[in-house]
T-cell receptor
Framework: NAGVTQTPKFQVLKTGQSMTLQCAQD?????MYWYRQDPGMGLRLIYY???????DKGEVPNGYNVSRLNKREFSLRLESAAPSQTSVYFC???????????????FGQGTRLTVV | DAKTTQPPSMDCAEGRAANLPCNHS???????VYWYRQIHSQGPQYIIH???NNETNEMASLIITEDRKSSTLILPHATLRDTAVYYC???????????FGKGTRLHILP
């Protein structure tokens, strides 16, 4: 039981390049989330998916797209990376719609992305 | 905007109880209070949550005031491994947008 797995763990991109961050959970959770965390800051919600086939914007969605490929996987795509997107990205999952509604949420270990 | 207010940092002596406050004055009747922590740059870890009653688990206790406008997370015997950023989050039972604040950075002093 791996929980929430994110790949890659580290990535360096050049400005304008594109890439997809992968996230998979093996807990049969309905809800999945993508957050970013900048140095010294808290987590900010980028996108979330309450169930397979649905996605919604969070606090900071600009510059990102997401795909809920199936119940297990939720990917985050940067179409044209910018230095402002240098951050640590966390994926999370929980059983119900609200993050941890009457249940705990599980986070991956993060993807450290640098855009130069 | 985050629905909670926390002090940016706190110190606690090792072996003592760490009491972390959180204000959530705009909380409504069906909103839960959750606590998570983040050690170094790892993914956040769930600690405890509650609605109205005080709660206790193997990690911590959560004390919620009667008017529900504030709460306190208690780590009964803090150790150096409890050094982390602690986030207090208010979650509406059907709200999909879960907002983290900046949290409280807890320093455990040897």
């Amino acid at each position: 039981n791996a929980g929430v797995t994110q790949t890659p763990k580290f990535q360096v991109l050049k400005t304008g390049q594109s890439m997809t961050l992968q996230c998979a959970q093996d807990m049969n959770h309905n809800s999945m989330y993508w957050y970013r965390q900048d140095p010294g800051m808290g987590l900010r919600l980028i996108y979330y998916s309450a169930s397979e086939g649905t996605t919604d914007k969070g606090e900071v969605p600009n510059g990102y797209n997401v795909s809920r490929l199936n119940k297990r996987e939720f990917s985050l795509r940067l179409e044209s990376a910018a230095p402002s997107q240098t951050s640590v990205y966390f994926c999370a999952s929980s059983e119900d719609r609200a993050l941890g509604w009457n249940t705990e949420a599980f986070f991956g270990q993060g993807t450290r992305l640098t855009v130069v | 905007d985050a629905k909670t207010t926390q002090p940016p940092s706190m110190d606690c002596a090792e072996g003592r109880a760490a009491n972390l406050p959180c204000n959530h004055s705009t909380i409504s009747g069906n909103e839960y209070v959750y606590w998570y922590r983040q050690i170094h740059s790892q993914g956040p870890q769930y600690i405890i949550h509650g609605l109205k009653n005080n709660e206790t688990n193997e990690m911590a206790s959560l004390i919620i005031t009667e008017d529900r406008k504030s709460s306190t997370l208690i780590l009964p015997h803090a150790t150096l491994r409890d050094t982390a950023v602690y986030y207090c989050i208010v979650i509406f039972s059907r709200d999909d947008k879960i907002i983290f604040g900046k949290g409280t950075r807890l320093h455990i002093l040897p």
